[in-house]
């Protein structure tokens, strides 16, 4: 069965910067697209991040863009996200997907955004 277990969540202040993890196990991940998704309480879910197997293609949204950064390590199964210049509004559950299947996710890392 797919896992995948997020770590890297804390609370920090604007402007600061935190790396997500998710390490993944019962599929294939080195041929899996992989993705970051978050959703914050009230607000529609929204993936920030996608990357393909051979990390050659990267897509952010526009909120993210420029500030957030995906990589994975196939050797180690292993996908991670970058967070830097944090802002409020970043505040959110972070969630590591497979693919785009929201149904493949894990449990979540929560990241907190507040002065």
């Known amino acids: 069965a797919v896992r995948l277990v997020e770590s890297g969540g804390g609370e920090v202040q604007p402007g600061g910067s935190l790396r997500l993890s998710c390490a993944a196990s019962g599929f294939t991940f080195s041929a899996a697209y992989m993705s970051w998704v978050r959703q914050a309480p009230g607000k529609e879910r929204e993936r920030v991040a996608r990357i393909s197997p051979a990390s050659t293609t990267i897509d952010y949204s526009d909120s993210v863009n420029g500030r957030f950064t995906v990589s994975r390590d196939n050797a180690r199964a292993t996908l991670y996200l970058h967070l830097k210049d944090l802002k409020t509004e970043d505040t959110a559950m972070y969630y590591c997907?497979?693919?785009?299947?929201?149904?493949?996710r894990g449990q979540g890392t929560q990241v907190t955004v507040s002065s």
């Open positions: 997907v497979k693919g785009t299947n929201w149904g493949e």
